[in-house]
Nanobody, 120 residues
Framework: QVTLAESGGGLVQPGGSLRLSCAAA????????MGWYRQAPGRQRELVAR???????NYAVSVKGRFTISRDNAKNTGYLQMNTLKPEDTAVYYC??????????????WGQGTQVTVSS
């Protein structure tokens, strides 16, 4: 069993910053890629950013230049640094990871979600 524990959400004013963390724990051989998705009320869940095991990244157009995704492989932890936040960034943010498990199985896992609210 693998769990993803998220932290770092909260309320911030427009123009402010937040840093989200996602710690993977369990019977993990390798975390292949980690990503952040978000879902605002009445909208579909969308990809925000993803980082591969070798450090390759991709971002949604709406956050490029403002958000930075990174990871610490030794800690199986991913981060999302969010700067210059806008009200339209308000959403529940979910961590996602593709993991190699014992015996070579692959699994996809999700965190429980953390609320980010950008408002004055």
């Amino acid at each position: 069993q693998v769990t993803l524990a998220e932290s770092g959400g909260g309320l911030v004013q427009p123009g402010g910053s937040l840093r989200l963390s996602c710690a993977a724990a369990g019977d993990i051989i390798n975390v292949n890629s980690m990503g952040w998705y978000r879902q605002a009320p009445g909208r579909q869940r969308e990809l925000v950013a993803r980082v591969t095991s070798d450090g390759g990244t991709n971002y949604a157009v709406s956050v490029k230049g403002r958000f930075t995704i990174s990871r610490d492989n030794a800690k199986n932890t991913g981060y999302l640094q969010m700067n210059t936040l806008k009200p339209e960034d308000t959403a529940v943010y979910y961590c996602n990871a593709f993991v190699t498990l014992p015996m070579g199985f692959l699994g996809e896992f999700w965190g429980q979600g953390t609320q980010v609210t950008v408002s004055s």
